[in-house]
């Protein structure tokens, strides 16, 4: 019987938010084939470290310039996936921050993502694809007031 290969995997990302006026918003992307909304994430490079990830995500997939506010929580979860025709498992960990908004336009993110916009933080809860990623909004919400 063989064993499945397994290998960690580490991503960063995070609740990105403003005010606008009275009014609390959070960036959100839009991927996949079937559009899917979530937050802002990926892989940890080598040698970086969650933190720095997460801003060069949130940079990269929803096109805005944050600053690390505080870590949310470290999300934990198995999956697989095929590489080179082979079965392997991921352990995987996810760092998300609390990011504060500094600059940028959500116009201005990658062709991984269909599309990035600001939405109220309420709407955005009801939006999201991941309950896990729900929670995560609602303890940022918690904490912003």
Do not use: C
Request: proline share 1%; hydrophobic share 35%.
């Amino acid at each position: 019987m063989s064993k499945v290969p397994t290998k960690l995997q580490i991503s960063a990302g995070g609740v990105a938010y403003r005010k606008s006026g009275t009014q609390l918003e959070v960036a959100l992307i839009s991927v996949g084939d079937d559009g899917r909304w979530q937050l802002p994430k990926g892989l940890v490079n080598e040698g970086e470290s969650t933190e720095d990830a997460a801003v060069r995500e949130v940079r990269e997939e929803a096109g805005i310039d944050t600053e690390v506010v505080e870590r949310l929580d470290k999300v934990e979860y198995w999956y697989f996936w095929k590489e080179n025709d082979q079965r392997v498992r991921y352990h995987k960990y996810v760092y998300l921050y609390l990011l504060r908004y500094k600059s940028g336009d959500v116009r201005d993110h990658d062709n991984e993502v269909n599309e990035a916009r600001w939405v109220s933080i309420d709407a955005a809860i009801k939006m999201m694809a991941f309950d896990s990623e729900k929670k995560i909004v609602e303890k940022a919400r918690e904490l912003l007031g």
